[in-house]
């Protein structure tokens, strides 16, 4: 099996799939390990690094896309992309295929395939695959720092001779990978933390963190078997709106994290909220891409509303390339061995089969099957 490792060509995409430490791994099942010219530059993995890896550098991408059999990517592949493979080959990387219908017709057209990463079963054995959850976590801490050099004010309480300056206030909205790892790195930076999310299970997770959980009264059952949030009614999104609005109008940095698998992000700050928010503060919407929980937010940019700075934040994992691109080759790396373990490919195997969208001419993973 040759396996094939391009460049990123979607914009401001720095990630590389595979990190030039991670190539032993693809080489004790590939043949031959072949790495497009500058596919790791943007993250700082120099071709030579990659050659000393063993893996062999091809310049034009076609020929990459030509003799590889299996593809190892970060972005979903664009038409051109799937056009370039091999019929019959592999594809695994990030997918999105209800959002990128073509592109997965076209691998159905072509036998390919695919693996996709956000498929992965969220299931103990599968958290060392779990690249949702790392990037995740690069994004929840990021928003942090985005947020603090966004406000004119310290993060710490600080008692100096020019006076005592008290410590900023940050609420995070939903709690889950992201939240977690935003409310531990805004608390590393001295600030008091609030956090809110629907599912019960959160709350211990936020006060051993040191925050301190927003009082509401919470559904029972507001979590799929999955571990996902379910959708919550109108009503509770009314009500959850007048808790959260109590504390946005003395908060001075917010990160929004909520999301519903599958569905438009809930929008958790209205505009009337907005206005009743401090000048000067700051809202970094992880959600932005997924409609935003903020109702002004603007994916991809950063906007002044009634004197609250909104952060549309997308892809922030890509600005911490180094560590994103080594969490995600070790995730995808993590999926490649235990895929290629024996002969075929075991589609009785619950990561096999969750992670699968298109095989042989048919849609595998039961949701896209009955979503597309
Ligand atoms: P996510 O990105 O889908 O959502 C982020 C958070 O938003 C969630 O905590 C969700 O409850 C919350 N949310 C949704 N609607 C909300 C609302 N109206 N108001 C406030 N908050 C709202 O979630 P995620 O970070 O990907 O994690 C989802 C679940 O998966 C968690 O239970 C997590 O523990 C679980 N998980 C399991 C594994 C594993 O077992 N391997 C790995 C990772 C995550």
Redesign the pocket.
Known sequence: MKTGIPKEIQNNETRVAIVPKLINQLLKKSNEVFVETNAGSSSFFSDKSYEEAGAKIIGVAKTLYEQADLILKVQPPTLAEVEMMKNNGTFIGFLYPLANKEVVKLMIDKKITSFAMEFVP???R??SM?A??SM?SIAGYKAVLLAATSLGKFFPLLMTAAGTIPPSKVLI???????LQAIATAKRLGAKVEA????PA?REQVESLGASFLEMELVKDA?TV????KE?SAEF?RK?HEIIGKSLSKSDAVIT?????GKKA?A?ITETMVKEMREGSVIVDLAAEQGGNCELTEAGKTVVKHGVTIVGAINLPATLPVDASQMYSKNITTLFSDLYKAESFNFEDEIVKGACITHNGNFINEFVSKNI
Do not use: H
């Open positions: 969220r299931i103990s599968a958290q779990d949702l959850s995740a909205l939903g709690a889950g990978v992201a939240g809110f999310d629907t599912r959160v979590e999955g571990g996902y949030a919550m999104i959850e994290t909520a999301q519903v698998f809930p958790l």
